[in-house]
């Protein structure tokens, strides 16, 4: 089945520098790439996502980039914020079926 | 619109006993997807389903199962509670492929 690794595990960064997180996957025919930010306590929130026929998509302060020949794609948040602390996951979509595959998350950590 | 909601927020059931959590989804989303989350395994994929229909299904045994009703909203059913069980249960709702997550149902199996 679908496998998605998610790096680094934790991270702690100054507030106003960026942080990046990694993942890749496995299964070539995945197409939906959604991010999800998870803060303690509370449902996990959808942040920013990326299909497989885009190469990089920007909200705010948040980007994502999708190399689907490497099958990797890695979330960017630039100037950090005591906010922006909270675990985060990436997952994978095919296009059969809501099912997500999901990383192992990261703990983000932006200290003031 | 309302968001998606779950019922109960919190379990506390024995091993052996077997429970229903409910999902609401939001008005006109028809895909209604389980999650299992836990400190060890992480999230998980249970089972979605589409119009009635179970359309995927994760890796869980056969004590997990699940149905949804005619106005989407889906039941997850766990019978033969294990300790193993405890944990954050999610479901999603979707009209696409963005999936918007509940708050989740905490179960603890005693």
């Known amino acids: 089945g679908e496998n998605v690794e998610q790096h680094p595990s934790t991270l702690s960064v100054q507030e106003g520098d960026s942080a990046v997180i990694k993942c890749t996957y496995s299964d070539s025919a995945s197409n939906y790439f959604p991010w999800y930010k998870q803060e303690l306590g509370k449902r996990p929130q959808l942040i920013i996502d990326i299909r497989s026929n885009v190469g990089e998509k920007k909200d705010q302060r948040i980007a994502v980039t999708l190399n689907k020949t490497a099958k990797h794609f890695s979330l960017h948040i630039t100037e950090t914020q005591p906010e922006d602390s909270a675990v985060y996951f990436c997952?994978?979509?095919?296009?059969?079926?809501?099912?997500?595959?999901f990383g192992g998350g990261t703990r983000v950590l932006v200290k003031p | 619109k309302a968001g998606v909601t779950q019922t109960p927020r919190y379990l506390i059931k024995t091993r052996g006993q077997q429970v229903t959590l409910s999902c609401s989804p939001i008005?006109?989303?028809?895909?209604v997807s389980w999650y299992q989350q836990t400190p060890g395994q992480g999230l998980q994929f249970l089972f979605e389903y589409f119009s009635e229909t179970q359309r995927n299904k994760g890796n869980f045994p056969g004590r997990f199962s699940g149905r949804q009703f005619s106005n989407s909203r889906s039941e997850m059913n766990v019978s033969t509670l294990e300790l193993g069980d405890s944990a954050l249960y999610l479901c999603a709702s979707s009209e696409y492929d963005e999936q918007f997550f509940g708050p989740g149902t905490r179960l603890t199996v005693l």
């Open positions: 008005s006109g989303h028809r895909s």
């Open positions: 997952a994978v979509q095919k296009a059969a079926g809501n099912k997500l595959t």
